[in-house]
């Protein structure tokens, strides 16, 4: 059975730091690339970061320099590292496999206020 917990959100100020977790169960994780999605305010969801299962990562250029994706496979998990955070990150953070599965979990709120 396919799982995906997103954790890690909160409210911080401009400028501030977060770091989000993705807990992953139901296949086997090592094998597939993982991304880092979000969905703003009104808009559609979008892929911020993603990283193939041999470590290669890609960025948005919205986040590039900001963002910092990462995975540990021993632990089935990944992460997303923001810092220098803007209000237009304001959004609820998924995770996923790269490409998407059509299950997607609850999300993890992020809101930095100006």
């Known amino acids: 059975q396919v799982q995906l917990v997103e954790s890690g959100g909160g409210l911080v100020q401009a400028g501030g730091s977060l770091r989000l977790s993705c807990a992953a169960s139901?296949?086997?994780?090592?094998?597939?690339?993982m991304g880092w999605y979000r969905q703003g305010p009104g808009k559609q969801r979008e892929l911020v970061a993603k990283i193939t299962r041999g470590g290669s990562t890609n960025y948005a250029d919205s986040v590039k320099g900001r963002f910092t994706i990462s995975r540990d496979n021993a632990k089935n998990t990944m992460y997303l590292q923001m810092n220098s955070l803007k209000p237009e990150d304001t959004a609820v953070y998924y995770c996923?496999?790269?490409?998407?599965?059509?299950?997607w979990g609850q999300g993890t709120q992020v809101s930095v206020s100006s």
């Open positions: 139901g296949w086997i994780f090592s094998l597939y690339g």
């Open positions: 996923n496999r790269d490409p998407s599965l059509n299950y």
